[in-house]
Structures are given as structure tokens and as C-alpha cells.
């Protein structure tokens, strides 16, 4: 049976290293401050929002929700977002996705200042990522890799495959691994013979983004498998994309869902914003 991956625990360990070092800095008048901006009422989105204000706020981090209505014109939002990248208050910017469909999501994440860029989204980082000398990284992404650390699970010369190819986790997860010099598989949706190739990985990261597609067929005996999954069920429990109860007996570590990569999320988020006041100490 798999050991699991608690990264609930994890992130509360990193988080509070990290109250520790804010309390520090507020000795010095220094104190971390990261906005987040919501645009209209998805509903999954307010519930990250909280969970992102209530995390910065037990970190001592100055935590601000800048909630704008649905109808909010493009404009607006790129002058609001121009205002927070000279704001000295704020060392994070973050623009909670999806937005509603009259605003292009490319121009508002390429308006944000590329250092307040926490989410790590911006062309300009992802560019630096690619190149491997990574500035500010996305933050699932790099929660796994903090994982990886923390359970000490080697990746140098492992057969990695990844399952989603987007921008938000599938591709940066890709680089990363390559970096740590795992052979890396790209998959996804349109992949032929998927199951004989997440077959063959020793790490297994999984952003399909639907429910318990991964079974115990896509598995090899003792296999790193990482959920990145957040799905409902036909009665509106949380699920992976990881068949849990099925893959659990063959891998080596599994992730949870929930309790699992989430946590880990949020906790970059706040580590890159803490980072960026570091800078001023």
C-alpha cells in the first residue's frame, strides 16, 4: 500500500517557517502584502479565494480581495492591475482564473509586473522556467516539487509522464522534472496507447481535470503517482483524477485528494510573495 503524500501537513510546516520569517520582517517595518483580484461569482473561485485570504492571514502576510463585479470592462481591470504594480503595499498580484468570457485572460496576465507575478503565469517567467533559471515558478507545480523534497523521492534518470499539457500545470511540471533530469513524457487528452505509457513511468503527474480517469490499469507497481485533480461526483464530493482506492495498493506514494496538492498551492503562492519582500530586508 502507498505511503501517502500529506500535503496538508507539508504546507502547514511551510507555512509556519514562513510566519516565522514575517514576524521577523515586521520587526523591521517590513510586512508581505499580496491582493487578489476576483472578477464576478464563480462560485469554486470565491471558495480559493477564501482559503487563499485565510492561509496569508495565519502567515502574517497583509491580505487584500479586490472583488469586481462580472460586468467589469477589460479596461478597468488592466487600470486596476497598473494600480497594484506601483501600489509599494503589494509584493504579490494575483488574478484569480477563469474570467468571465469579455476579458482576455492573455492581456490581463501579461499586464501584471512580471516580479508581482506570484502565480508565476506571466510569458516573461515561464520564459525564464524554459530556459532553466526560473524566477518566479507556477505554484501547483512547484508545490509538487517541494513534495518530491520533502518525501525524498528521487528523480534524477526516473521515467516521468505527465498527463495535460497546459499551461497552468502540465508544461512547467515538465520543465521542472527536466530539470532535476527526469525523462520526461508529455501526454494528454488526444495521446494514443495512454494507458501503456503512464504504464511505463515511475512518476506519474496527473491534470486531466476529469474525475478518476486514471484507474489501476495506467499504473506500474510502485509507481510516484501525484493527483492534481479537483472534481465533483454525481453527489458533489471532491474527487481526483486518480482512481484512489484503486491505485493506492500499487504505487509507492500517492497524493490525496483532498488534503493532497491544494494545500501545497496556496503555500507557493505565499512563499513567492514572501519572497519578493525578502528582497527589501
Known sequence: MAQIINGRELADKIQAELAMEVAEMK???????????IVGEDSASQIYVRNKEKSAEKVGIFS??????AETTEQELLAKIATYNQDEHFHGILVQLPLPAH????????????QKDVDGFHPINMGHLLIGKPIKIPCTPYG???MFEAYD???EGKNAVIIGRSNIVGKPMA??????NATVTMTHSRTKNLKEIAKAADILVVAIGKGHFVTKEFVKEGAVVIDVGMNRDANGKLIGDVKFDEVAPLASYITPVPKGVGPMTITMLLEQTVANARKLK
Not at 487584500?64 to 463585479?69: F, M, N, S, V
Request: hydrophobic share 50%; aromatic share 0%; no cysteine.
Open 153 to 155: 523521492i528521487e528523480l
Open 144 to 146: 509538487i516539487m517541494k
Open 27 to 37: 520587526e523591521k517595518n517590513i510586512v508581505p502584502g499580496l491582493v487578489v483580484i
Open 103 to 114: 476579458i482576455n485572460e492573455e492581456e490581463v496576465i501579461q499586464a501584471i509586473d512580471p
Open 175 to 180: 520543465q521542472l522534472l527536466l530539470m532535476e
Open 64 to 69: 487584500k480581495i479586490d472583488r469586481l463585479p
